[in-house]
């Protein structure tokens, strides 16, 4: 390799740009090529050279590191063939990784090629290079987080604002917050890519994402978060992966009660929020950007930097940034998980109807923490919510279903509490 780093990058998008921008004021980098889809589109950077055939870069001889900034799985196989080229590979691309990290990580092994991929998880905040190296002495407990921007955005706004989710929606998507085609990351998949990501980091093992429980924020409504607020609580779409019995994890997304105890309930609009907690360094909370242009560039140029610094003072890789494990983790299955949960209820407003609800969850062995009746309402019903302790997500479903089987009784909503 000559003095100067030689990068190929796939994707000139907001985080491409951002990269090229941060990039262009470095003497010691150099920007060889960028694979675009359409090479007329007038961009915000320029360069010599651009192509609409992104295997120009895995396969030029000339590129030493090839950064991914494209998103979606479409360049699977050209990451393959930069591996086979002996390419380092920097990657934003959480989904790519979360489906297809294992086949990549062995390639990149067998051709002695690192991929790094701080941007892939909570844009700008380091937090995958400090797991692997400060935090290297802990076996960890749990990683929990709140790594969806949009959706914690448009959480924020409905607590703010007394406003519904669809509102809310409209209005990130009008402040470039949401995208047109919002599902990645209103339904949480997002989130499960960057938590099957930290996961397979803190706990060592392979993370079949398909195996993943995953709901996203579109059933919240604007009276949940009112009760919850009344109770003490906010409304979160919190992302977490836990070790339970026999080393098997509990891997999961979706919305929580966060008591506003917590510091993780504080955490607003687009900004995301990583936890640890292990051992000997208890708990740990990293805070910042999770997405936009420059602290996305933040941690690819990082990266970039770290496989020059690393190539330069021992000639290679250090072990350190590489992937070493291969077998897969146990994950459990929703049903077998425990839970406190909301459960805001419609019921009919007439005697005994409170007395059905404490029936139902005493027959179940499930505690009632606190229930209050809300509104009767002009139809004859009235909202019951109620806060349960600790029990099994199927016996929770259980008495859900037996409440509601004689059609007088409606669960509305169910949020697991954290
Ligand atoms: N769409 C993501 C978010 C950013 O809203 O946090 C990129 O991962």
Redesign the pocket.
Known sequence: MENKLRIGIIGLGTVGCGVVKVLSKMDDVEIICAAVKNTAKKREVELNCITDNPFDIANNPNIDVVVEVAGGCAMLDVLKAAIQNKKHIVT?N?ELLARHGAELFDLAREHNRVILYEAAVA?GIPIILPIKTSLSANKFNSVAGI???????ILTKMDEENLSYEDCLLKAQQLG???TDPT??VEGF?AMY?IAILANIVFGKRIDVNKIYKEGITKISALDIRYANELGYKIKLIAQAKKVDNDALDIRVHPMLVSKERPISEIKN?T?AVLLNGFPVDKVMFVGP??GEFP?ASSVVGDILCIKSEIEKCGEILPMTTCHHSEYANQIDIEDTKNCYYLCIKAKNEPGEIGKIGFECGRHAINISCIIQKEAMDDGSATVIVITGECLEKDINTMISNLESDGITKVVNKIRVM
């Open positions: 934003a959480k844009g790594l969806n921007g949009t959706t914690n955005y917050f949401a995208e990645g990351d997002d960057k687009a995301n999770g997405a996305t």
